[in-house]
């Protein structure tokens, strides 16, 4: 499956930053993945944060590994996480 990157940069409720990407099948619109960026906020606490396009931008398109591929099929979605993220 060919996946789109959106290189995403939070600023968290404490004032930090998250980075994480949100990575979504190929032709998903933005404003999809940027939905899905702000459930995985909501999921760790960070709901209502500010993401928006400029936040959340569009890296690369790439091949989706077999993991990345099944969350995508299951959840539309899936998050990889990087820099400030919750575990």
């Not at 606490?45 to 959340?56: A, D, R, S, Y």
């Not at 979605?77 to 919750?86: D, L, N, S, T």
Request: proline share 5%; charged share 25%.
């Amino acid at each position: 499956m060919e996946c789109a990157v959106y290189d995403t940069y939070v600023t968290k409720k404490d004032g930090k930053i998250m980075h994480f990407d949100v990575v979504v099948q190929d032709g998903t619109p933005h404003e999809k993945a940027i939905e899905y960026g702000k459930k995985y906020l909501e999921s760790v606490g960070q709901g209502g944060q500010k993401i928006t396009q400029e936040e959340c931008q569009f890296c690369h398109i790439q091949e989706a590994p077999p993991f990345v591929e099944k969350a995508i099929r299951q959840n539309g979605y899936w998050i990889q996480k990087m820099e400030g993220c919750p575990n």
